[in-house]
């Protein structure tokens, strides 16, 4: 009997090369296999069946995890409203991840030999997909057809040849990648550090002129509803919000980052739902919560993300992060009210039962019913006090104050 390999398999030119290079050069037996964390619709996965059964391989499957990604994975970027480098709400970088450890999952149930990816040497995904392999089948070989043999599209164009696939691989103008926290668009401009995307790269085009205002509501930091249409999933809500606010061409930017092997990067992206719910869940916890766990959280959703960006989700410190975080968010919860215009959204107020400026005790800038003058002034005393002796040892030593 021949080995066994699962080929995490997209459909495109890398992972086809790899399905018929596998079987053909080196003898396997190809199981495939595509993961869903948002990014499929039914005829795109009835397509991908379909290119797998025409490359002969023993076995494709589908999987959807959507759910799984958003219960353990998705909550916790929005409870720590976490944008990388302030701009990217971690569309692939947090689904490759999810991806990865799915294939995992497969390669256990056949107790299959290999394991195998598309990869290329130049980017993120080979990172994150080796490290989870190497953490969760370390028994297992990892074969990377098109990272070891450094080919072009054209050679592998050609070896496809050779088994009748004679399609038009022409490489689109821009490559998409579409899931649930956002859609990534790379083309010729990214790849400059000063030309934008056009309007025509954008999957979502700007139909919607009207401005649109929305009431989002939240229930212990978990988007459960807009416009007081409630939903029994935070799932859903987040597809019908994209799904209404996309054709307002919201949610757009271009990051420019670190990758894992240390080159900076820059990609075009559309998420419009993300952003508008992470903004929104940020100003109501800027309502609810105290300076501390305001800072606190900042703190550790950086790290939090910037972990999970570079392929280090199994790390344990991450379910510490996520434990803190989910305790914080168990009075985020309330109305928050946003208008939405083509490429832009206002922010306008909240509303909760834990809004601390609804204290009666006292008005920012007006008065007070917790301290007299008194107090006020006793208290700058103290607080000067250390910056006051600091300055005074200045002056008398001679040196500089500054």
């Given at each position: ?5 699962v ?24 199981f ?29 499957r589908?999987?959807?995890i ?6 353990r ?16 709400p ?14 995992a ?16 040497g ?8 080796d ?20 080919l ?49 790269a ?22 459960s ?69 305001m ?50 959204f ?57």
């Amino acid at each position: 009997m021949n080995k066994k390999v699962v080929l995490a398999f997209s459909g495109g030119l890398d992972t086809t090369y790899c399905a018929k290079y596998l079987a053909s050069e080196k003898g396997l037996d190809v199981f495939t296999i595509a993961v869903n964390t948002g990014g499929f619709s039914k005829d795109e996965v009835e397509a991908l069946e379909a290119k797998a059964r025409q490359l002969g391989v023993v076995e494709h499957r589908t999987v959807n995890i959507e759910q799984e990604f958003y219960d353990r994975c998705v909550k916790y970027l929005i409870f720590g409203n976490v944008l990388r480098n302030g701009v990217y709400p971690l569309s692939v970088s947090a689904e490759r991840v999810f991806q990865a450890m799915a294939v995992a999952d497969y390669v256990k149930e056949i107790n299959a030999d290999y394991v195998a990816h598309g990869s290329t040497g130049a980017g993120n995904d080979q990172i994150r997909f080796d490290m989870i392999f190497q953490i969760l089948l370390p028994q297992v070989e990892i074969l990377t057809p098109v990272r070891d043999q450094k080919l072009s599209r054209e050679e592998e164009i050609a070896y496809l040849k050779k088994f009748g696939l004679d399609v038009p691989w022409q490489k689109a103008k821009y490559s998409i990648n579409q899931g649930l926290w956002g859609t990534s668009v790379g083309g010729e401009e990214t790849l400059t550090s000063h030309r934008p995307l056009p309007e025509e790269a954008y999957p979502t085009q700007v139909t919607e002129q009207t401005p649109l205002v929305l009431t989002l509501q939240f229930e212990n930091g978990e988007l459960s509803g807009f416009n007081d249409r409630k939903f029994d999933n935070p799932l859903k809500a987040i597809k019908a919000l994209n799904a209404l606010i996309a054709p307002y061409g919201i949610g757009r930017d271009i990051h420019v980052g670190d990758t894992i092997i240390g080159i900076k990067g820059r990609v075009g992206f559309e998420a419009p739902a993300p952003l508008l719910i992470l903004k929104a869940h940020q100003l109501l916890e800027k309502h609810v919560l105290t300076k501390w766990q305001m800072y606190w959280k900042d703190q550790l959703a950086n790290w939090y993300g910037m972990l999970l960006h570079e392929g280090q989700y199994l790390e344990p410190v991450m379910r510490n992060i996520e434990t803190f975080l989910e305790d914080t968010q168990h009075h985020v919860s309330g109305t928050v009210f946003v208008k939405v215009h083509p490429y832009r959204f206002e922010l306008q107020g909240i509303k909760s039962p834990f809004d601390l400026m609804a204290s009666d005790a006292a008005a920012y800038g007006e008065m007070n019913h917790l301290w007299d003058g008194n107090d006020a002034r006793g208290f700058a005393k103290i607080l000067a006090v250390q910056s006051r002796i600091f300055h005074q040892v200045q002056q008398k030593a001679g040196g500089n104050e500054e």
